[in-house]
């Protein structure tokens, strides 16, 4: 069964505190993968797309990368407007030859001033 | 920008209630979807939409269906709201493909 895993589940950072988030996967014909920021209340806003291992993108303090298995979103010298819950979505290619789209849980972010 | 609105930020129904949830997008998008977004399961596909006029199950269909008559409008209807159906529903929309989705602010829906 394809399966998105995102870890932690929520974290606290301090203002300046670097730190990653993991979003594991296990599906067959990885087509993309996508970081969502979502915002209390609010829709997913879109951040990335990483489409092969060793791919790597940056906006301002985020880095998102991916490997075979996983992928990170890195966020260096996080500021409180960055707390919001982080969305990993993976598209696949199902036995049948369509496509779909599974989406991890979130790990939600909290960065304190 | 692309901008995706939803008819409604909150409503309330009633059980038995038939529930129509509407979303727009401006920007000539050929996909459409409805999800639905619930705390501990995440976000789950009810359907989707490739043109106007088609349709297609996603993960989650049962107690749904959709329409689509024209392009930028994708709705979302309820047959006989059940108190299960509570939850924040999400419109999205793409150019093509599953690629980046860009999505509505939400529905909070209340069935009671």
């Known amino acids: 069964e394809d399966q998105v895993t995102q870890s932690p589940e929520a974290l606290r950072l301090q203002e300046g505190e670097s730190s990653s988030l993991n979003c594991s996967y296990t599906v067959s014909g990885l087509r993309g993968l996508f970081w969502y920021r979502q915002d209390p209340g609010k829709g997913p806003e879109f951040l990335f797309t990483l489409y092969s291992a060793g791919e790597e993108k940056e906006k301002e303090r985020l880095k998102a990368t991916l490997t075979k298995k996983e992928s990170f979103l890195h966020i260096t010298a996080p500021k409180p407007e960055d707390s919001a819950t982080y969305l990993c979505?993976?598209?696949?290619?199902?036995?049948?030859?369509?496509?779909?789209?599974?989406f991890g849980k979130g790990t939600k972010l909290t960065v304190n001033p | 920008d692309v901008k995706v609105t939803q008819s409604s930020r909150y409503l309330v129904k009633r059980t038995g209630e038939k529930v129509f949830l509407e979303c727009v997008q401006d920007?000539?998008?050929?996909?459409m979807f409805w999800y639905r977004q619930d705390p501990g399961l995440g976000l789950r596909l009810i359907y989707f939409?490739?043109?106007?006029?088609?349709?297609e199950k996603g993960d989650i269909p049962e107690g749904y269906s959709v329409s689509r008559e024209k392009k930028e409008r994708f709705s979302l209807i309820l047959e006989s709201a059940s108190t299960n159906q509570t939850s924040m529903y999400l419109c999205?929309?793409?150019?093509?493909?599953?690629?980046?989705?860009?999505f509505g602010p939400g529905t909070r829906l209340t069935v009671t």
């Open positions: 939409s490739y043109d106007v006029k088609m349709k």
């Open positions: 999205a929309s793409t150019p093509g493909g599953w690629y980046e989705q860009y």
């Open positions: 920007m000539d998008h050929e996909n």
């Open positions: 979505a993976v598209q696949a290619t199902t036995q049948g030859g369509s496509e779909k789209l599974v």
